[in-house]
């Protein structure tokens, strides 16, 4: 809120605001931890390796869940619970955390999937107060994830 109260009403956001926003970001992240957008992706080996005592041989075609990884308590302690303080200094280890996969294929629209993320939950929260039309609508993955009920909201603008 410390942006949007720096802001003069209509005025837009520059590219300093949205490097400070900092906790709206970590919302978002925890947001995609639990949910990922992408909750798998598929690599060929290049080499014969080990993995949790299974060989994988070169050329075979994996699959990984960042869903799985997301969801491990020895990386995120008591996983299910929604907590944005996860990200805040070191945040999580290098390779836990990867909505955008990681490595030298790393989704390369990261950068702005992120502006697109925050300049939107910007202008929703400081235009509208909103709430839900089915309080417990569930997220389903089928495989992406998506709300089961198609999360109906309502929306009030604020009066100024
Ligand atoms: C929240 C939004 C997004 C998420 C969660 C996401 C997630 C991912 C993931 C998990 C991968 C696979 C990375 C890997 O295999 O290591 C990927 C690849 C990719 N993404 Fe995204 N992505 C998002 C938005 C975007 C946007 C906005 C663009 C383009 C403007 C984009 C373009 C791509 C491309 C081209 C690849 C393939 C990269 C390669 O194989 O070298 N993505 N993305």
Redesign the pocket.
């Known amino acids: 809120m410390e942006i949007a109260k720096s802001k003069e009403p209509g005025q837009s956001l520059n590219w300093r605001d949205i490097q400070q926003m900092t906790y709206t970001w970590h919302v978002a992240c925890e947001a995609?931890r639990l949910a990922?957008?992408?909750p798998l992706?598929?690599?060929e080996a290049l080499t014969d390796f080990t993995f949790a005592g299974f060989t994988i041989p070169k050329g075979w075609k994996t699959c990984w869940s960042?869903h799985s990884t997301h969801k491990n308590p020895a990386f995120f302690p008591n996983p299910e619970k929604f907590d944005p303080t996860r990200f805040e200094g070191d945040g999580p280890l290098p390779f836990t955390f990867?909505?955008?996969?990681?490595?030298?294929?790393?989704?390369?629209?990261?950068e702005?999937?992120r502006l697109?993320?925050l300049v939107f939950m910007h202008n929703l929260v400081t235009r509208f107060k909103w709430s839900k039309l089915i309080p417990n609508d569930k997220i389903i993955f089928k495989p992406v994830p998506f709300p089961e009920g198609g999360l109906p909201i309502c929306l009030h603008p604020h009066k100024n």
């Open positions: 995609m990922p957008p992408a992706a598929f690599k960042v990867v909505p955008f996969g990681g490595g030298p294929r790393m989704c390369p629209g990261k702005y999937a697109v993320i």
